[in-house]
């Protein structure tokens, strides 16, 4: 398969379908079959003690997964999350970036299987490790 999507055409259509969540995530790398999407971190995304909160971790990868996809499918905003397990390994460094580096194990005509390992900037061990399913919406 080839790509959809380019970076900037996943940034346009993030930032429209998202406005909720732009200027959130950075999306660095496209390739096929993966992405490299970085959480800008701010004071919203800490919890009490001031390192990143599970839920934003957890946003970071569902992300990554939905872009991973729509790069090889093409832009479908109803491509949804069916399931998600989530490994949260080590506290990530208070007030640094995070970045998901996801690779899509599967890509069939209705779901989509991704893992994604999450990395503090500067730490070499991953903070977190997730799988998760995307439905893909019919044609």
């Known amino acids: 398969m080839s790509l959809k999507m380019t970076r900037d055409e996943l940034t346009v259509f993030l930032d429209r379908e998202f406005p909720q ?17 970085r959480l800008v971190v701010a004071d919203k995304h800490l919890r009490p003690g001031g390192t990143v909160s599970g839920p934003s971790i957890f946003a970071l990868a569902d992300v990554a997964v939905y872009l991973a996809t729509l790069a090889m499918i093409g ?6 999350t069916t399931n998600c397990s989530i490994d949260f390994m080590r506290k990530p460094t208070a007030g640094v970036d995070l970045v998901a580096e996801c690779r899509l194990l599967k890509l069939g005509r209705t779901l989509s299987v991704g893992d994604v390992l999450i990395f503090s900037e500067g730490m070499e061990a991953p903070v977190a490790r997730a799988s998760l399913t995307y439905a893909i919406p019919p044609k």
């Open 21 to 37: 969540v732009k200027g959130d995530f950075a999306i660095e790398e496209v390739g096929d079959m993966r992405v490299r999407v």
């Open 75 to 80: 832009p479908k905003a109803m491509a949804v």
